[in-house]
């Protein structure tokens, strides 16, 4: 598609279940990434995709978040027994594969609370 | 990590007027960019000035760099109602070795008709 698809645009959840959050980036691009942003404030690096493979994931809590991109299918960011503190809007942005880090593409976002 | 500091933290002018914010950073970048988020939405890029560049237009919108002083700022002139939205400068990250932006904290534009 011609923009970073996300779904669902909002996730309610209770302490302790689980959230799964997706992202079909533009078609061609070959670069992921996901950034969590709290209180409408500075967006959080969480971890960023080459294609399939992960590129660099110095931002995720690695005890409960992971996420994937694999072949035709939408990337997915996955938070296992949330907590009241990851209640934040995840975005996703994706860009094309260049040497540098250029203009990123962003989706509008998942919202999710944590009850 | 924290790279990009806007300031001021937010700004509210009337139509017309100009509104300027500034951008600090830490570290050793190849570009910096600007983008703007709506409230509710996700962001949008306004514009790229790269590391030996100074000096950037876009419509309405001039950046500068100054890479001795790690700063950078985004002028919009002759501002307009449908302006008013959070602005954000980002780095990407040279010394961590990946392709990332790192965002600043934003800074909130009110423009009042």
């Known amino acids: 598609g011609e923009e970073v698809a996300q779904t669902p645009k909002h996730l309610v959840r209770g302490e302790g279940q689980k959230a799964k959050l997706y992202c079909a980036p533009i078609k061609g691009h070959s670069y992921v990434f996901w950034y969590q942003q709290v209180l409408k404030n500075e967006f959080k690096f969480l971890i960023s995709?080459?294609?399939?493979?992960?590129?660099?994931e110095t931002g995720m809590p690695k005890e409960r978040f992971s996420a994937k991109c694999l072949p035709n299918s939408p990337c997915s960011l996955e938070i296992q027994a949330t907590k009241l503190e990851d209640s934040a809007v995840y975005f996703c942005?994706?860009?094309?594969?260049?040497?540098?880090?250029?203009?990123?593409?962003f989706g509008e976002g998942s919202r999710l609370t944590v009850l | 990590s924290q790279q990009g500091e806007e300031d001021p933290q937010a700004l509210s002018i009337q139509e017309g007027e100009n509104a300027t914010m500034n951008c600090s950073y830490k570290?050793?970048?190849?570009?910096l960019q600007w983008y703007r988020q709506n409230s509710g939405r996700g962001l949008v890029h306004l514009i790229l000035i790269r590391s030996n560049e100074r000096e950037k237009h876009s419509g309405r919108l001039r950046v500068t760099l100054d890479t001795s002083k790690k700063s950078s700022s985004l002028l919009i002139t002759a501002s307009r109602a449908a302006d008013t939205a959070s602005y954000f400068c980002?780095?990407?990250?040279?010394?961590?070795?990946?392709?990332?932006?790192?965002f600043g904290k934003g800074m909130k534009l009110t423009v009042n008709p």
């Open positions: 995709f080459q294609n399939e493979n992960v590129f660099d």
């Open positions: 570290t050793s970048i190849n570009n």
């Open positions: 942005a994706s860009d094309t594969d260049r040497g540098d880090v250029g203009e990123l593409f």
């Open positions: 980002a780095t990407d990250d040279m010394g961590g070795g990946s392709e990332k932006l790192v």
